[in-house]
Nanobody
Framework: QVQLVESGGGLVQAGGSLRLSCAASGRSFSRNSMGWFRQAPGKEREFVAAMPWNGLSPLYADSVGGRFTISRDTAKNTVYLQMNSLKPEDTAHYYC????????????????????WGQGTQVTVSS
């Protein structure tokens, strides 16, 4: 059974940092894109960042570019999201996602492009 389990969320003051982790189990995702999305109350789920299978040319939403960094440890089957200079508008539930399609050169930026999802972890940024 495939599972994605996020961790690392919490409450942080504006300007602070958090590092989210997403540990995958049940199969290897070393050949697959991995992504992070977030959803704030009353809003739709939105793309945050994504990493292709080879770790090259990650994609970021304009709102987080320069502040967030996605990375992956293939050996640990884990993807990370380092979030710096956090703002109150970053407050949301953050979800990890995995794409079933292998060797995709450009990772999906739409939620529909992913096949597996974690339960998410809450990030709250106070002003």
């Amino acid at each position: 059974q495939v599972q994605l389990v996020e961790s690392g969320g919490g409450l942080v003051q504006a300007g602070g940092s958090l590092r989210l982790s997403c540990a995958a189990s049940g199969r290897s995702f070393s050949r697959n894109s991995m992504g992070w999305f977030r959803q704030a109350p009353g809003k739709e789920r939105e793309f945050v960042a994504a990493m292709p299978w080879n770790g090259l040319s990650p994609l970021y939403a304009d709102s987080v570019g320069g502040r967030f960094t996605i990375s992956r440890d293939t050996a640990k089957n884990t993807v990370y999201l380092q979030m710096n200079s956090l703002k109150p508008e970053d407050t949301a539930h953050y979800y990890c996602a995995a794409d079933l399609l292998q060797f995709r050169r450009t990772p999906p930026v739409l939620a529909g492009g992913y096949d597996y999802w974690g339960q998410g972890t809450q990030v709250t940024v106070s002003s």
